[in-house]
T-cell receptor
Framework: GAGVSQTPSNKVTEKGKYVELRCDPI?????LYWYRQSLGQGPEFLIY????????DSGLPNDRFFAVRPEGSVSTLKIQRTERGDSAVYLC????????????FGPGTRLTVT | GENVEQHPSTLSVQEGDSAVIKCTYS??????FPWYKQELGKRPQLIID?????GEKKDQRIAVTLNKTAKHFSLHITETQPEDSAVYFC???????????FGKGTHLIIQP
């Protein structure tokens, strides 16, 4: 079946602009995770949804970052007033449910803030 | 917070030899330990995982061992092949089903 998909694959934006990154999880997966991966580093946890609610947003770096999952499927990560330090690959992962630990990743969105 | 240390950062082995990558974790409540393989420009791929109620798991040429007392776990790849060249990440889930905490990665190079 189809895996996790993310759009866009690449996004270049100017400092101070607003961006939205989209994640479409594997069909039937109720848990969805956002991570950020900087060059040469492992993925860094940002936020996790179980269904529509954010079960843990402790990894969001500051209040410029926000994520939603209104219908319990597709999720959008929103970044306001982007800064150059936000440049990274943003990865989304999904798992069958919060009790099933296996997480499957999407291809990521490479965000470049100029 | 939770911390995962991974060693070595780079590992070069001859094709056909074995490779071992080691990780340590800090949260004694951690109960799930996956390993991911990431090729350049690609997504991380889950290759094997282990839960805290077992000490070893094997899948063809790869195996993972877990020592809960010492809080460390290792990835073992036998009969390495050129396609094993990639960056490998260990991770742990802490005590629940929250986000994973990843190590910094090991760049595995298979020399022909």
């Amino acid at each position: 079946g189809a895996g996790v998909s993310q759009t866009p694959s690449n996004k270049v934006t100017e400092k101070g602009k607003y961006v939205e990154l989209r994640c479409d999880p594997i069909s039937g997966h109720t848990a969805l995770y956002w991570y950020r991966q900087s060059l040469g580093q492992g993925p860094e946890f940002l936020i996790y949804f179980q269904g529509t609610g954010a079960a843990d947003d402790s990894g969001l770096p500051n209040d410029r970052f926000f994520a939603v999952r209104p219908e319990g499927s597709v999720s959008t990560l929103k970044i306001q007033r982007t800064e150059r330090g936000d440049s990274a690959v943003y990865l989304c992962a999904s798992s069958l449910s919060a009790g099933h630990y296996e997480q499957y990743f999407g291809p990521g969105t490479r965000l470049t803030v100029t | 917070g939770e911390n995962v240390e991974q060693h070595p950062s780079t590992l070069s082995v001859q094709e056909g030899d074995s490779a071992v990558i080691k990780c340590t974790y800090s949260d004694s409540a951690s109960n799930y330990f996956p390993w991911y393989k990431q090729e350049l420009g690609k997504r991380p791929q889950l290759i094997i995982d282990i839960r805290s109620n077992v000490g070893e798991k094997k899948d063809q040429r790869i195996a993972v061992t877990l020592n809960k007392t010492a809080k460390h776990f290792s990835l073992h790849i036998t009969e390495t092949q050129p396609e094993d060249s990639a960056v490998y990440f260990c991770a742990d889930s802490g005590g629940g089903a929250d986000g994973l905490t990843f190590g910094k990665g090991t760049h595995l190079i298979i020399q022909p």
